[in-house]
């Protein structure tokens, strides 16, 4: 797929928000949102959301939300306070780099499909209490680089933060779901089934593939992911 300048983009508004009417041609589904495009950049408004995808050639290389505002401190202690779901995992390890990955694709691949955030809270015990880590800059490079390092493809759209409390840091990783399902890490599909990660199976990989399809209705709108 080669795309003009200028061009429409048309996707579905996976985020649950209506557009205005200028912006569905009878051929869009309900919800859909525009996407222009700039010299390989393209940029969706829907509410407050904004995501900007760069493109070259028909591959989207990266996408990002670039109007994001970080989970507040209020917001996160009620993570705290609350079990692990399928979208919150707690967790003390600071090196375990797989399971960080791993977390991170499940949350991506949003299998229940709500539409919300993932929260990957490091530094915390399955009860909520702090465990006393203290965030250093190596180690917030390290998890910060994992969403450009490769092994999770298409790359994550994924933020990372501090947040201090008297007892200990806690380190933030939030992660949108994705816009093109599935997510892999190193060619393996995870997903998370309420406080339970583990590898799709065929017929949930097919559903997420269905979503990506979804988000891309017509062939010549589908972008090229290899």
Same mark, same amino acid.
């Given at each position: 797929?080669?795309? #003009?300048?200028? *061009? &429409? ?13 200028? @912006? ?18 393209? @940029? *969706? !408004?829907? /509410?407050?959301?904004?995501? !900007?995808?760069? /493109? ?9 939300? @670039? ?8 917001? =996160? &202690? ?26 991170? *694709? ?8 709500? $539409? ?9 015990? +399955?009860?909520?209490? %702090?465990?006393? =880590? ?20 298409? =790359? ?7 947040? #201090?409390?008297? +007892? ?23 997903? $998370?089934?309420? #406080? ?11 559903? =997420?593939?269905? %979503? $990506?399809? #979804?988000?891309?209705? @017509?062939? +010549?709108?589908?972008? *090229?992911?290899?």
């Amino acid at each position: 797929v080669s795309y #003009a300048r200028s *061009c &429409l983009f048309i996707v579905p508004n996976i985020f649950g928000y209506p557009c205005a009417p200028r @912006t569905q041609p009878r051929h869009s589904r309900p919800n859909n949102i525009a996407i222009f495009s700039e010299n390989g950049t393209f @940029t *969706c !408004t829907y /509410a407050e959301i904004v995501v !900007t995808l760069r /493109a070259k050639s028909g591959n989207i290389l990266e996408y990002e939300n @670039t109007n994001y505002k970080m989970i507040t401190r209020e917001e =996160l &202690l009620l993570l705290l306070d609350s079990t692990e779901t399928y979208r919150v995992e707690k967790t003390i390890s600071t090196t375990n780099m797989d399971k960080f990955c791993e977390a991170i *694709c499940a949350f991506a691949n949003d299998m229940p499909n709500s $539409r919300k955030n993932g929260y990957l809270l490091r530094g915390v015990n +399955d009860d909520g209490s %702090r465990s006393g =880590l203290k965030v250093t800059d190596e180690l917030l490079q390290k998890i910060s680089a994992i969403r450009t390092d490769g092994n999770i493809l298409p =790359l994550p759209l994924m933020t990372v933060d501090t947040i #201090a409390f008297e +007892d200990g840091e806690v380190l933030v990783v939030e992660v949108t779901p994705s816009l093109l399902p599935p997510v892999r890490y190193r060619g393996r599909t995870f997903i $998370r089934i309420s #406080a339970r990660k583990d590898l799709a199976t065929r017929e949930e990989e097919d559903l =997420l593939v269905e %979503r $990506r399809t #979804a988000h891309f209705p @017509t062939f +010549d709108a589908t972008p *090229c992911l290899e």
